[in-house]
C-alpha cells in the first residue's frame, strides 16, 4: 500500500495555470502505474489521465488533452499535473492514484480542491 498526498490546488482565472502535486510514500512507487482523477459538484470521478511506472507512457482523457501534462520524478516519489489553458469545467476536487500491479487504483490521495472563475 502506498500513502498518497495532493497539493497544489486553487483559485485561478480561466486561462491560467496550476501544477498538481502527488507525493507518494513507499519504496516501491517507481514501479506504480499512477493516475489523475477528479470529481465536480454533483458528478460522478471522472479519468483524467496516467502514466507507467517510467514515465515513458501517458494517456490524457480527451476533455483536457493539448492542455493539462502528466509527469513523474521517480527520484522524489512525486507525480504531476501540469494544468494549462483553464476552464471554469476544469472546477473539482482532484485526487491521484496507484495502480500497483495492473489489478486497479487501489490507493488514493484525499483530494485537492481546484476552483477556475470565469
Known amino acids: 500500500q502506498v500513502q498518497l498526498v495532493e497539493s497544489g490546488g486553487g483559485l485561478v482565472q480561466a486561462g491560467g495555470s496550476l501544477r498538481l502535486s502527488c507525493a507518494a510514500s513507499?519504496?516501491?512507487?517507481?514501479?506504480?502505474?499512477m493516475a489523475w482523477f477528479r470529481q465536480a459538484p454533483g458528478k460522478e470521478r471522472e479519468f483524467v489521465g496516467r502514466?507507467?511506472?517510467?514515465?515513458?507512457?501517458?494517456y490524457l482523457a480527451r476533455s483536457v488533452k493539448g492542455r493539462f501534462t502528466i509527469s513523474r520524478d521517480n527520484a522524489k516519489n512525486t507525480v504531476y499535473l501540469q494544468m494549462n489553458s483553464l476552464k471554469p469545467e476544469d472546477t473539482a476536487v482532484y485526487y491521484c492514484?496507484?495502480?500497483?500491479?495492473?489489478?486497479?487504483?487501489?490507493?488514493w490521495g484525499q483530494g485537492t480542491q481546484v476552483t477556475v472563475s470565469s
Open positions: 513507499g519504496r516501491t512507487f517507481s514501479s506504480y502505474t
Open positions: 502514466i507507467s511506472w517510467s514515465g515513458i507512457s501517458t
Open positions: 492514484a496507484a495502480d500497483p500491479d495492473g489489478s486497479g487504483w487501489t490507493d
